[in-house]
């Protein structure tokens, strides 16, 4: 089992969602778990919750996650955090892009470029980047989420680039629909929008879970040293993607 290989994991967007189960997953699996959130309090229960190590920190913040975390030496860094914006380019703010930019593009590579130089000098490594089917499939909106997140695809490719003949694994987690807070957020975060959200976008739905996409996580991690998995795209069953549009426009 590679597990018994490592011995630290580092995990993004740690305090909700998807972060917070890996999290508990990669405890219970024995690591020492370093959990990055900017949610000082949700992060308190979960490390109380777990024996992770908590780090109160933004992202977006190079510096002060360099001198938050950037001395230690990571067997396992899973990029989970990231941001989404309502509507399409068209309708985005300044503020909106750069958000998106900064957390799901520009955290991930300076974490990547923190710690894979220890995993290449120990020659063991895994690096767990959650992407979404947005960065692999076009649909209507949100045009700079996926822009990020096919850049979060090539850059879990051209790692293995990077790395080649080193142990270093690189593991992209592609999933459709999961129930998490992030439309909630989108639609402002108030309970009444978290509501909102939940009957708009999972009542009747058979959306993933957490637990899921963990599940996926677990299975790269633990799978034979010498076998990678490099994409693991995972979608509700009754979701898929498909359409072509062509719009006739009247002389």
């Known amino acids: 089992m590679p ?3 490592y ?4 995990v993004t967007g740690a305090s909700t969602g998807m972060g917070r189960a890996t999290v508990q997953q990669l405890t219970r699996r024995g690591l020492t778990v370093h959990a990055l959130s900017r949610d000082s309090e ?3 229960a979960l490390a109380e919750e777990t024996g992770a190590i908590p780090h109160v920190v933004d992202l977006s913040d190079t510096a002060a996650v360099e001198v938050e975390v950037g001395e230690l030496d990571i067997d396992i860094l899973v990029n989970n955090a990231g941001v989404s914006r309502q509507g399409n380019v068209l309708s985005s703010t300044r503020e909106d892009l750069d958000d998106m930019v900064d957390v799901n593009v520009r955290a991930v590579l300076q974490l990547i470029r923190m710690f894979l130089p220890g995993m290449v000098e120990r020659d063991l490594g895994h690096i767990v980047n959650i992407s979404s089917i947005a960065g692999l499939y076009n649909f209507y909106g949100h045009t700079a989420y ?6 979060v695809h090539q850059i879990s490719r051209q790692i293995r680039n990077d790395t080649v003949g080193k142990r270093i694994r690189v593991t992209e987690i592609a999933p459709g ?3 998490t807070e992030i439309f909630g957020r989108n639609l402002g975060g108030t309970p009444e929008a978290m509501e909102e959200a939940w009957q708009t976008f999972y009542e009747g739905y058979e959306s993933l879970t957490t637990e899921d996409i963990v599940s996926a996580i677990d299975f790269a991690i ?3 040293r010498h076998a990678n998995m ?6 509700p069953t009754f979701q898929v993607p498909g359409g072509l549009t062509f719009n006739r426009r009247e002389a």
Do not use: N
Not at 230 to 235: A, F, K, N, Q, Y
């Open 3 to 5: 597990y018994e290989d």
């Open 7 to 10: 011995s630290t994991a580092l």
């Open 42 to 44: 949700r992060l308190a």
């Open 146 to 151: 996926h822009a990020t997140k096919a850049a």
């Open 177 to 179: 629909r999961v129930e």
């Open 222 to 224: 633990a799978a034979p």
């Open 230 to 235: 490099g994409l693991i795209e995972i979608m």
